[in-house]
């Protein structure tokens, strides 16, 4: 799962007030487990996942998944 | 799940069976391929078809004795196809110079073949092909046999020669002037592995196995006029090419008869209907062979027999391009691999378990069934996506839960004592029925839960007027039939759902249920047949219309009849009585009563498949000009989505003055739910005179929601208050991102196995929202 996306780099964790920073992250569903570079607060850990991310590649993924 | 009889119910299905022609034509030419060609000019593809399957297609094109013709289905609508007409057109216009074949080293053995007929030649041609060496046995001086009979017109000396020379170029040894009696016969079987007999008469008779052409158990094999009950020559070829595939097989030492049933000519079990085609005569030669044009006209006639009943009437097999036993054999694939994807399983979850393929076979074949089966093993095994059917599970345990869920026997005498009093006691038909209350409840109205979602209004007007009308006390219960759990396989739940229901009517002792919902009354039927059942639509017809004069402007409706009451005829009727007594025209659809379609919402493929719902949808509308009146509030959803003017019944018999009904939009997701939650609060109050104990939910947050987004959270099965939780923890934790750029947030929340995000803006008190979207995937914060 790559991240491919373009408007994140204005966001930042309101509750911090920190720049998120692309790093490597947990993600999971059923049987699957996976790393993946995501933006991310460093001192909270909140993960900023975007619409395109969300209904592309992680839809797709879940599909795959699904049907595993 | 049992997938031998899957596939056994697979090899039911008819669709590839061959039409009639190509099951009678003794060699089995692919006619509905050979007459596509030609009606597409492409003579050449057709020649290569009659080249594929007639033996010397050269001259038997031109000599066949045609038994397609006579049985072919076209007979019944203006005339037979003139398939032997279009074999002679296509040696004219599509023949080609043949390809070189390179033989194969001759290791198979040695036969001799006597008689130089046409179906010894066959047999000799097709045995040197398969790599033997042949020896021919001819009486006379010239090959052919009886074939030169036939030199005329359309077979002429000059392709006979031709055709002939090509067999002796083969360079098979031929003995000329060779007569074969008994005594040369056996020396014949004692020096050749294997003996044809293709002569025309025999001094004694031959016993021989229909079959195989074997005869008596030995290494010879007769075919031609010795074995053909008629001079066809057709069936002489066949017989020369079925005699050397088992000479082939008995050389090679394997089983003669295995897997031969299909050879020559055969019953097709296809049933084919072509009543509904308009005839059309055949298209007459202008000179002996057929022009070009001539023949792809009358090749068009063909109708292409193929049993494709199911598949018409439905969009979903279309739209899948999948016949049943196609179907079948990949619900079989998909249910065996343990390892790897599961590609069926879209395909599996976009039928609306509707039950129009059944209805449409003659055969019975219900995919239905199937499909639902298939669904339901895999939940069993855990194979079930589970963002299929999520939404509509938390739906059902939605109206199943204290938010909704209700019972309650009817008002008694005691606690409505204070209406008995005049005039209300003399006009209103509800006060006179609670005067008449006996404390016993005979029936129980089961409204389900898509109804008071779109209609919250009239539960109740529904309720007073039941209590009113029927004989006995009438009692309510609210809750959802589990019809969500039945159509996503999930058994388990729906037992437990069912015997949740048992339970009350037990403690209600054991009402008639009154229904007023379609997908309730399949349930029912399938789950609970114990229970006695009422259609609301029944007891209007019986009882009277509600409200008398109601008439507005007479129209012509087409009913639409809501999937699950397929067979349930008298319901049919009672719903055509309201319409017509409320006066109102009716034309009925093409797909009506027990052959009707699926709106788009049945077997939860609105929530599965929305592309495959929308297909449903847009069929469906387009099907009549006329206003469409339905009596299922989902059906009533889906074609006012859709776009098309639709009345509910509920609609005439309760008219509401808000705007026009046939065009309302219905609620959305998560008005329904508030919808449920006001008729549970709406019966406490006014019917039960209690104070509700559950409030209603309450939004904290005021949202703005442009409609563009409004669009999207319904797309997306959103509730409003997974929204408001999101917005809840944003707020009050501050766990949300902001971009000082544009002064938006964006926030997330995990609620059960979903991560809601919510995009939002915020202006004094007012919560702009700018996206909403979910997804499934937990992302590990750590
Ligand atoms: S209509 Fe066409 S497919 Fe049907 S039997 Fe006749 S030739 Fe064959
Ligand atoms: S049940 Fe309905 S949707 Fe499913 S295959 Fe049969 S006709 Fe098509
Ligand atoms: S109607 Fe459909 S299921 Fe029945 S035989 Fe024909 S193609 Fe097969
Ligand atoms: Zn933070």
């Known amino acids: ?68 | 799940m049992n997938l031998d009889k899957l596939l056994a119910t697979g090899d039911r299905c008819i669709h590839k069976e061959p039409p009639t022609c190509t099951a009678n034509c003794p060699v089995h030419l692919e006619i509905i391929d050979f007459l596509a060609e030609i009606e597409q000019g492409n003579f050449q593809n057709a020649y290569k078809l009659m080249e594929k399957k007639m033996p010397f297609h050269k001259i038997l094109g031109r000599i066949c004795d045609h038994p397609c013709e006579a049985p072919c289905e076209r007979s019944k609508a203006g005339g037979s196809i003139r398939i032997s007409d279009l074999e002679k057109a296509v040696l004219e216009y599509g023949a080609y110079k043949p390809k070189k074949v390179w033989p194969l080293p001759k290791n198979k053995g040695t036969v001799a073949v006597i008689g130089g007929g046409l179906s010894g030649l066959t047999a000799a041609v097709d045995l040197d092909k398969k790599g033997c060496v042949v020896t021919i046995y001819e009486k006379t001086n010239r090959l052919g046999g009886r074939l030169w009979d036939f030199v005329g017109d359309s077979l002429t000396e000059e392709v006979l020669l031709q055709e002939l020379k090509a067999v002796a170029d083969k360079k098979m040894p031929i003995h000329f002037e060779t007569t074969v009696d008994k005594n040369k016969l056996s020396e014949l079987l004692a020096t050749y592995d294997a003996v044809y007999l293709g002569t025309a008469a025999w001094e004694e008779e031959i016993k021989w196995n229909p079959l195989t052409f074997q005869a008596n158990e030995s290494a010879l094999f007769v075919g031609g006029s010795l074995v053909n009950q008629s001079d066809s020559v057709i069936f002489s070829a066949s017989s020369g090419r079925r005699a050397a595939i088992s000479i082939e097989r008995f050389l090679s030492k394997v089983s003669l008869t295995d897997s031969r049933e299909r050879e020559g000519a055969f019953e097709t079990p296809l049933h084919f209907d072509i009543s509904g085609k308009e005839p059309l005569a055949p298209i007459l030669k202008s000179a002996a062979i057929y022009s070009q044009d001539e023949a792809m006209a009358e090749a068009k006639r063909c109708v292409k027999c193929q049993c494709r009943k199911c598949i018409e009437g439905c969009v979903h097999l279309r739209k899948f391009e999948m016949s049943p036993d196609a179907y079948i054999r990949q619900i079989n694939h998909s249910e065996r691999i343990i390892l790897g994807t599961h590609y069926a399983n879209k395909m599996i979850n976009s039928c609306a378990e509707c039950g129009l393929c059944k209805e449409e076979c003659f055969l019975n074949i219900s995919m239905s069934d199937v499909i639902h089966e298939t669904r339901e093993s895999m939940v069993e095994r855990g194979k079930m996506p589970a963002s299929a059917h999520d939404f509509a599970l938390k739906d059902m345990a939605f109206s199943n839960s204290s938010r909704f869920s209700l019972v309650r026997k009817q008002p008694s005498k005691e606690e409505s004592k204070d209406l008995f009093y005049y005039p209300l006691i003399s006009f209103s038909d509800y006060v006179k029925g609670l005067y008449k209350g006996t404390g016993k409840t005979a029936y129980l109205f089961y409204p389900g839960c898509q109804l008071p979602a779109s209609y919250p209004d009239d539960i109740k007007s529904i309720y007073e007027y039941l209590v009113g009308h029927v004989q006995g006390d009438v009692g309510i219960y609210l809750g959802c039939c589990g019809a969500p759990a039945d159509w996503g396989g999930q058994q388990a739940l729906m037992q437990e759902n069912i015997e949740a229901i048992k339970r009350v009517w037990e403690e209600m002792e054991r009402p008639t249920f009154i229904l007023a919902c379609s997908s309730c009354m399949r349930i029912f039927e399938k789950y609970l047949p114990e229970i006695k059942l009422e259609s609301l639509w029944d007891i209007y017809v019986r009882e009277g219309l509600p409200n008398k004069d109601h008439i507005k402007t007479p129209q012509t409706l087409s009913i639409h009849d809501a999937c699950g009451t397929r067979e349930n005829s008298d319901l049919h009727e009672s719903v055509r009585k309201i319409v017509a007594k409320l006066g109102y025209g009716i034309e009925e659809l093409e797909y009506t009563k027990e052959k009707t379609k699926c709106c788009g919402y049945g077997g939860l493929v609105y929530y599965a498949n929305r592309e495959q719902s929308n297909a449903f949808v847009s069929e469906r509308i387009g099907e009549s000009e006329n206003d469409l009146l339905v009596y299922c509030a989902m059906c009533k959803d889906l074609f006012v989505s859709g776009g098309k003017r639709t009345y509910h019944l509920l609609d005439l018999i309760y008219p509401k003055a808000d705007g026009e009904a046939a065009t309302r939009k219905m609620p959305t997701l998560s008005e329904r739910h508030d919808n449920r939650s006001r008729v549970k609060q709406i019966l406490l109050k006014e019917i039960w005179r209690e104070e509700p104990e559950e409030t209603m939910m309450e939004d904290q947050f005021k949202l703005i929601i442009p409609d563009d987004v409004k669009q999207k959270i319904e797309d997306r099965y959103i509730l409003s208050e997974d929204i408001q939780a999101v917005l809840k923890n944003a707020e009050e934790n501050n766990e949300r991102f902001c971009n000082p750029e544009t002064g938006e947030y964006l926030a997330r929340l995990r609620r059960d196995n979903v991560t809601f995000w919510v995009k939002y803006e915020k202006e004094e008190n007012d919560y702009i929202l700018k996206s909403v979207y979910s997804h499934r995937m937990e992302i590990v914060e750590e």
């Not at chain 1, 790093?23 to 996976?34: A, D, I």
């Not at chain 1, 839809?59 to 699904?66: I, P, W």
Request: glycine share 4%.
């Open chain 1, 1 to 68: 799962m790559k991240h491919e996306s373009t408007d994140q780099t204005a966001w930042r964790c309101d509750k911090c007030q920190q720049e998120l920073e692309l790093t490597k992250v947990k993600v999971k569903y059923m049987e699957g487990n996976f790393e993946v570079d995501l933006p991310k607060c460093p001192s909270c850990h909140q993960v900023f996942i975007d619409e395109a991310l969300a209904l592309g590649k992680m839809k797709e993924v879940e599909e795959g998944l699904e049907d595993k």
